[in-house]
Structure formats: C-alpha cells, structure tokens
C-alpha cells in the first residue's frame, strides 16, 4: 500500500516499537499518538514533524469515544489504525496468586481494546480510497513463553482474531489488516524479561513493519519470529520445549 499522506493512528505512541513506527512514518504522514500520560506523549513528539497527541487510556470506553470524536473533528477521520499499546505479567502459573486478575488487565488491552478500537473506526476506514489496520501480537502469541502466562494467551488470541479480521474484511472492502509480530525487544516495557540485554532495537521493528506496508506482507514476522514459527508448526512440542528452556 501506499506509505505517504496518510493519517495513522498509533496506540501505545509514547515509547517503544510505537514511538519508533512513529517517527519512521512521520515525515511522509500525519501521526496522532496515543497514551495515558500527556506528559510523555508530548516529550515523545516534541522533535518530531507531523506528529500529534491525544491522551486517552484505551481500556476506558469513554476515553475511546472521546478519541474518536476529537480525531474525527481535527483530522477529518484516519485511514491507518496500529494497535501497539499493551500490558504484561512477568510470573509463573505454578507459583502466582492473583491470576484471574493478572489476564483481566492484559486482555482488556491486549485484546478487548484492539477489538473496540477497531469497531469504532472501522466506519471511517472503509470509507477510505485506501486503509489498513495494524495489530501488534508478539512472538509469544505462536509459542506461548511460561514467564509470560497470559500475556501468551492475550496475544494469541490476538493472533486469531487478526486472521479472520483479516479474511472477513478481503471479502468487500478495501481495508488491509497486517499483524506485526515481533520477538522480545530492547524498550522499558520488556526490560523485566530481558529486553535490555537481549532484545532487537524497536527501530529493527518499525522498519520491517514500514517495508511490510509497501509490500503488502500482512504476517510481519520479526527477527527470530520466523525461525521460531517455522520450527513451530514442523514440530511443535520440541518447539515449544527449546522456547522455554
């Protein structure tokens, strides 16, 4: 698809693989970036040309109608939606407490906000020349990691939910639907499970997402995404054994 004037909309724009999309985007697009904290949704836009703010916490139904309303009324609507923001426990199934609590807050924005998101735009975005939806899953939503329970299961029903967005939407309307898949990466919000020392920049990301769209690649499967995915479904208990070991 085409990567130049659009409108896109980036949650989670603030840090991480969403800032990093952002500012690969901005200087052929105009980037609205969405996060709880006007604070650093500001510092992360200050140096960067085209992009916009707009704080909202996507978990909230009322913040999504108020995001719709205010991007509908200042930017005449969007044509690209990247579902990027999330949530995750570090924990073990065997040992934790809690844990109904722990999957609530990750599917409800893992997941559950995805879903809502989508639905509010989607009238808009079919309404586009050309438009797209990007949701970002994880390596973990094709082999679930046991430090990360959960977020596993956010991700893969992500994952499925994306596949079939995607099959229903090819049918009657010009909407793409892409799902970017990255392994862990160097940002705050993976430093728990090791991110800082052993993940992939999240420009590695932003780019490989960036040539994805000029070529209509909709499963974006990052970095060692794809060794594992393959190595998944050609054998997938010795997989799923080396995954977490």
């Not at 809690?98 to 808009?124: M, Q, V």
């Not at 705050?188 to 020392?197: H, M, Q």
């Not at 920049?201 to 960036?210: G, K, M, R």
Request: aromatic share 8%.
């Amino acid at each position: 698809m085409n990567i130049t004037n659009n409108t896109i909309l980036i949650t989670g724009g603030g840090s991480g693989i969403g800032l990093e999309i952002a500012k690969v985007l901005s200087p052929a697009n105009k980037i609205i970036i969405v996060g709880r904290t006007k604070e650093k949704l500001d510092e992360a836009a200050k140096d960067l040309e085209n992009v916009f703010t707009v704080q909202a916490d996507i978990t909230n139904e009322a913040d999504i109608d108020r995001l719709y309303e205010e991007v509908k009324t200042t930017f005449g609507g969007i044509n690209i939606l990247i579902n990027n923001a999330g949530n995750a426990y570090v924990y073990n199934l065997a040992d934790a407490g809690d844990i109904y609590s722990k999957a609530l807050a990750e599917f409800t924005t893992n997941y559950f906000a995805p879903i809502r998101l989508t639905d509010k735009f989607l009238p808009i975005l079919k309404e586009q020349k050309e438009a797209a939806i990007v949701n970002v899953s994880s390596i973990v939503g094709l082999v679930p990691g046991s430090h990360v329970p959960t977020y596993s299961d956010s991700k893969a029903a992500l994952h499925s939910h994306t596949r079939l967005l995607r099959y229903e939407l090819a049918k009657n309307t010009g909407v793409k639907v892409f799902e970017l898949m990255p392994p862990l990466v160097n940002t705050d919000f993976s430093a728990e499970i090791g991110g800082k020392e052993n993940g992939i920049p999240a420009s590695e990301v932003a780019n490989d997402l960036l040539k994805a769209l000029q070529e209509d690649i909709y499963e974006i499967r990052v970095g060692n995404t794809e060794l594992v995915y393959n190595n998944y479904f050609a054998a997938t208990e010795d997989a799923f054994a080396t995954f977490n070991s």
